[in-house]
């Protein structure tokens, strides 16, 4: 009985010491709202069914250039020399919809960050690059941007992300919008796996002009995508699941 025991105490000490992701936490510990886990990506990637609806623009952008969605993600995404840098431009995607937005590109002779600071969703991508002995220039590797950081009023505020994609709310686009450069330059704060914290990144003047017109007038009533998680099907359905639109702000 007592060898019993101990090893029931020997198995108990060895759960506490097992560290344990927020993810396998049950629901009832934290709250029904998995977003505010530690591991980002899990509350979207546990939600089997969401429905979005599609982006549209509030309002019309006078003299912005509109490109069209024609090809996928290998020719027309962040690293695409088809898109315009620095210069808003409108976007019109025959899957989400349409937005407008600024691509930025940032680089040097080993890495790469490619960024779209969309009105309603903020997309980053850091690769490693390297010089082939033909002088090109090819991609040995990518990370995971898990949090970005911008300059505002009352100092910097951080948003945690899921592969280097953001929800834009009120308060990152007010700071988007009144952004003052520094000495002449811009950076915004970015953190990937690895980078021990968050680190400055060079964003082009330009740009900054760009977010002016992009979210100069940015409001909860009617930007923000708009999604809603669905019930599934029959007996894979679970407790909680919500039938009501919410935006992601």
């Known amino acids: 009985m007592g060898s019993f025991r101990n090893s029931i105490l020997v198995s108990a000490l060895i759960l506490a010491a097992t560290p344990v992701a927020a993810f396998e936490i049950s629901p009832k510990k934290y709250g029904d709202n998995l977003k505010e886990e530690l591991h980002l990506c899990e509350p979207t990637r546990t939600e089997e069914y969401i429905q979005y609806q599609e982006e549209k623009l509030p309002r019309q952008f006078p003299g912005v250039e509109v490109f069209t969605i024609t090809e996928d993600w290998r020719s027309q995404d962040l690293e695409s020399t088809k898109f315009p840098l ?17 691509f930025d590109r940032n680089y040097n002779k080993s890495f790469r960050v490619a960024s779209f600071f969309g009105r309603n969703m903020i997309r980053v991508r850091l690769e490693t690059v390297a010089n082939t002995s033909f002088g090109r220039r090819v991609t040995t590797g990518s990370e995971k941007i898990e949090a970005f950081g911008i300059k505002n009023k009352n100092g910097f505020m951080v948003a945690n ?3 280097g994609v953001f929800a834009v709310n009120k308060q990152i686009a007010d700071a988007l919008a009144n952004y003052r450069l520094v000495n002449g330059k811009a950076f915004v704060l970015l953190s990937n796996d690895g980078s021990t914290g968050l680190r400055i990144n060079e964003i082009g003047p330009n740009t900054v002009e760009a977010w002016k017109v992009i979210y100069a007038d940015w409001s909860p009533d009617s930007d923000g995508q708009k999604k809603q998680a669905l019930e599934l099907p029959g007996w894979l359905s679970r407790p909680g699941s919500s039938q009501d639109w919410q935006r992601s702000f």
Request: contains cysteine; charged residues 15%.
């Open 86 to 102: 620095s210069k808003p431009v409108i976007l019109k995607n025959p899957v989400t919809g349409q937005t407008i937005g600024v």
């Open 161 to 163: 992300g899921c592969d």
